[in-house]
């Protein structure tokens, strides 16, 4: 069963912070390695689904045109909103997932933290909607810790594989440590270097 919402309030009622995403260095190299990741410097339109109190969000609003961020807890959206006042280009929405999957397309989806609180039939239905959500040329990046969680129905090597599986799009890049997995996938194969003309376009995929 995937986590109630109540799970998640409760954290938040505790704690403005209750991962500690502005002290550790843990999440401050998260943040940065999640940037340095993605294969384009700017994108019409970014989802963060799972936003919590929008340490990652503010980062992400400074690579697109539009960034929608959601999250299932309303405490959790209204630290968003104040962490965000500045930002003209975000909206902040309230959903459950993947029951309230947001209408429209994007050129980026961010599932950061996020899908090991799900289990595996909820799993499956988000990357289903996430891939039919995708504009051609998008990128989906995912990156989840690796240790194991009391509370999860999922570990994030659980849900790594079973999003490459299901999402049948080509493996853009992918960072194991051990403590944290980074992958990202993009609807065509075509390398940051072979955008820009830098290296060879020879139409095959990239090794998964």
């Not at 050129?107 to 891939?131: F, G, K, P, T, W």
Request: hydrophobic share 35%; with cysteine; glycine share 6%.
């Amino acid at each position: 069963m995937s986590v109630a919402d109540n799970y998640f309030d409760r954290l938040f009622k505790g704690s403005e912070d209750p991962w500690s995403f502005r002290e550790r260095w843990y999440e401050q190299r998260k943040r940065n390695l999640t940037l340095a990741a993605l294969p384009r410097n700017h994108y019409g339109s970014i989802f963060e689904p799972g936003c919590a109190n929008g340490e990652l969000s503010a980062r992400l609003a400074e690579r697109c045109t539009q960034l929608l961020c959601s999250d299932t807890s309303a405490i959790a959206l209204e630290l968003a909103r104040n962490r965000l006042a500045h930002r003209s280009n975000v909206r902040l929405l309230q959903t459950r997932l993947p029951e309230q999957w947001p209408e429209g397309s994007f050129d980026l989806i961010v599932l950061s933290e996020l899908c090991y609180y799900l289990d595996s039939e909820d799993l499956d239905r988000l990357i289903e909607r996430a891939r039919t959500s995708l504009n051609q040329g998008g990128n989906l990046l995912a990156c989840h810790w690796r240790w194991p969680i009391d509370e999860c129905p999922l570990t994030g090597d659980q849900v790594h594989q079973r999003i490459h599986q299901a999402l049948g799009l080509p493996r853009l890049l992918r960072h194991e440590d051990a403590d944290m997995l980074l992958e990202v996938w993009g609807t065509e194969p075509t390398s940051v270097a072979q955008r820009e003309g830098l290296a060879p376009s020879t139409g095959d995929e990239l090794p998964a």
